[in-house]
């Protein structure tokens, strides 16, 4: 394994203390700010409470001329591409200060814990690079198709972005996301523990398309390998099945703009459903095989240890798996009354059917309301009303998908897969709500 977790078996400690960082302590008190804004807001739409009539009576926020009222506004164009607020500055994607950078292999998180909805910002959206990432020209960027075809070919991109192209809204997870949880290390925050999924617009061609333009011989040829620009030489197998079905896309669209180069700018395969590892960027050239190629990165990488000693191998789908972002560990409740609970939900496997939470570590479960659009292999958003009572509690989500599966407890998942995992946890996630407001991360079998 590239990265490993630099604390194993370390009991957690507070938050603040476990994070060093002037950076994200700031986050974390910017959190607070926003625990508390949200706070007002959503009670404001409930019984008004008497701490927000007390606040506004002499609030100078309302009495006195800000700035911004008085004064004149800067022009266009001071930043020609956009740029987020200023108050936003903390809400960036981090490296874990528990995981150890190996020459050019690293990844940043997504900090979930501060996003809404269910696209992710493409600045935001996580890497995860095994040789570092570049900013290539795709003028000298190709794309060759050989192996079991009629005619190989060489695409530039000019070519490829001539062809019919379709938009589709997928989540990418990396197979290890979540992955130092199986040793119960606790990682602080939502963003560290879940912060390896994104989810985006793509646009791109079908590769089916590609790949018919070439003559691939569908009968001999039942598999692809997928290549990299990079210096990893990444490579993975897709099955024919995944491009027959038309999901799978070269893509160089990413929410409404090319890639970025972190996430693979000019091209990128786009396998829905299927882990991070095989979306393979700066994608350079499709082989059309007829068995599994069985590379470096599916025979050391990507396999999971079961309890027999014996590697499983393949398991691409990422299963149906949720986590609560907000309130997520390293946060503040400030007041006892009324929440708004929100988390994501996905399947590899299709649409998320429901969701239900838990804020008694499992014991009752009420079904959350899920927010549209609910799309196949995509991120679902999901609320649930709460009024907490000041007291220690320990809140969960359990997603179930179209079709029948349910995100197994540590339990379920411990009994199967036993311990020596890395990739591939879609257990559900706890966190503890003490009396003092406080969230933390809590492991419950
Ligand atoms: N060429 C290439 N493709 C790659 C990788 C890489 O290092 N090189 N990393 C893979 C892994 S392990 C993951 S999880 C995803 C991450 O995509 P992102 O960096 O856009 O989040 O890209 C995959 N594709
Ligand atoms: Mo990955």
């Given at each position: 394994?590239?990265?490993?977790?630099?604390?194993?078996?370390?009991?957690?400690?507070?938050?603040?203390?476990?994070?060093?960082?002037?950076?994200?302590?700031?986050?974390?008190?910017?959190?607070?700010?926003?625990?508390?804004?949200?706070?007002?807001?959503?009670?404001?739409?409930?019984?008004?409470?008497?701490?927000?009539?007390?606040?506004?009576?002499?609030?100078?926020?309302?009495?006195?001329?800000?700035?911004?009222?008085?004064?004149?506004?800067?022009?266009?164009?001071?930043?020609?591409?956009?740029?987020?607020?200023?108050?936003?500055?903390?809400?960036?994607?981090?490296?874990?200060?528990?995981?150890?950078?190996?020459?050019?292999?690293?990844?940043?998180?997504?900090?979930?814990?501060?996003?809404?909805?269910?696209?992710?910002?493409?600045?935001?959206?996580?890497?995860?690079?095994?040789?570092?990432?570049?900013?290539?020209?795709?003028?000298?960027?190709?794309?060759?198709?050989?192996?079991?075809?009629?005619?190989?070919?060489?695409?530039?991109?000019?070519?490829?972005?001539?062809?019919?192209?379709?938009?589709?809204?997928?989540?990418?997870?990396?197979?290890?996301?979540?992955?130092?949880e199986?040793?119960?290390?606790a990682?602080?925050?939502?963003?560290?523990t879940?912060?390896?999924?994104?989810?985006?617009?793509?646009?791109?061609?079908?590769?089916?398309?590609?790949?018919?333009?070439?003559?691939?011989?569908?009968?001999?040829?039942?598999?692809?390998?997928?290549?990299?620009?990079?210096?990893?030489?990444?490579?993975?197998?897709?099955?024919?099945?995944?491009?027959?079905?038309?999901?799978?896309?070269?893509?160089?669209?990413?929410?409404?703009?090319?890639?970025?180069?972190?996430?693979?700018?000019?091209?990128?395969?786009?396998?829905?459903?299927?882990?991070?590892?095989?979306?393979?960027?700066?994608?350079?050239?499709?082989?059309?095989?007829?068995?599994?190629?069985?590379?470096?990165?599916?025979?050391?990488?990507?396999?999971?240890?079961?309890?027999?000693?014996?590697?499983?191998?393949?398991?691409?789908?990422?299963?149906?798996?949720?986590v609560i972002?907000?309130?997520?560990g390293?946060?503040?409740?400030?007041?006892?009354?009324?929440?708004?609970?929100?988390?994501?939900?996905?399947?590899?496997?299709?649409?998320?059917?429901?969701?239900?939470?838990s804020?008694?570590g499992g014991?009752?479960?009420?079904?959350?309301?899920?927010?549209?659009?609910?799309?196949?292999?995509?991120?679902?958003?999901?609320?649930?009303?709460?009024?907490?009572?000041?007291?220690?509690a320990i809140l969960q989500s359990?997603?179930?998908?179209?079709?029948?599966?349910?995100?197994?407890s540590y339990?379920?998942?411990?009994?199967?897969?036993?311990?020596?995992?890395?990739?591939?946890?879609?257990a559900i996630q706890s966190w503890r709500l003490?009396?003092?407001?406080?969230?933390s991360n809590v492991q419950v079998l």
């Open positions: 394994m590239a990265i490993e977790y630099a604390r194993p078996g370390r009991v957690r400690p507070a938050p603040e203390n476990f994070l060093s960082d002037t950076d994200i302590e700031s986050v974390q008190n910017g959190r607070r700010d926003f625990i508390r804004k949200a706070f007002v807001t959503a009670s404001a739409a409930m019984v008004v409470p008497a701490v927000a009539k007390a606040q506004s009576a002499g609030d100078p926020a309302i009495l006195n001329l800000p700035e911004w009222t008085t004064s004149l506004g800067m022009p266009v164009a001071t930043h020609p591409y956009g740029m987020p607020s200023q108050y936003e500055r903390g809400l960036v994607r981090r490296e874990s200060p528990g995981l150890t950078r190996v020459g050019g292999s690293s990844v940043s998180f997504t900090p979930l814990q501060g996003l809404f909805g269910i696209i992710t910002p493409s600045g935001l959206h996580f890497e995860r690079h095994h040789q570092g990432w570049h900013d290539i020209d795709p003028a000298r960027h190709r794309l060759m198709i050989n192996g079991l075809v009629k005619t190989e070919a060489v695409y530039t991109m000019d070519d490829i972005m001539r062809l019919p192209s379709v938009s589709r809204i997928h989540f990418i997870e990396c197979g290890a996301n979540t992955g130092m199986w040793g119960n290390v990682v602080p925050t939502v963003q560290y879940h912060g390896m999924i994104a989810c985006s617009e793509f646009t791109g061609v079908p590769l089916k398309l590609i790949l018919d333009m070439c003559g691939a011989d569908y009968k001999k040829g039942r598999f692809v390998l997928a290549e990299g620009a990079d210096g990893s030489s990444m490579t993975r197998t897709i099955p024919m099945e995944l491009i027959e079905s038309g999901e799978v896309l070269v893509a160089y669209g990413q929410n409404g703009e090319m890639l970025r180069p972190e996430n693979g700018y000019p091209l990128r395969l786009v396998v829905p459903g299927v882990q991070g590892v095989s979306w393979v960027k700066w994608l350079r050239r499709i082989e059309v095989g007829d068995m599994p190629y069985g590379t470096k990165d599916e025979a050391i990488h990507y396999i999971d240890l079961m309890p027999d000693g014996l590697h499983r191998q393949y398991t691409s789908t990422q299963e149906v798996k949720s972002t907000t309130p997520s390293g946060q503040i409740l400030l007041d006892k009354g009324f929440h708004n609970i929100s988390g994501i939900a996905w399947s590899g496997r299709g649409k998320i059917e429901r969701v239900d939470v804020v008694d014991i009752n479960w009420m079904p959350a309301r899920l927010e549209t659009p609910v799309l196949s292999k995509a991120i679902t958003r999901f609320n649930v009303d709460w009024t907490w009572d000041g007291k220690p359990r997603a179930v998908d179209e079709t029948g599966h349910v995100q197994p339990g379920q998942l411990r009994a199967v897969r036993g311990t020596s995992s890395i990739y591939h946890n879609n003490a009396e003092s407001g406080e969230v």
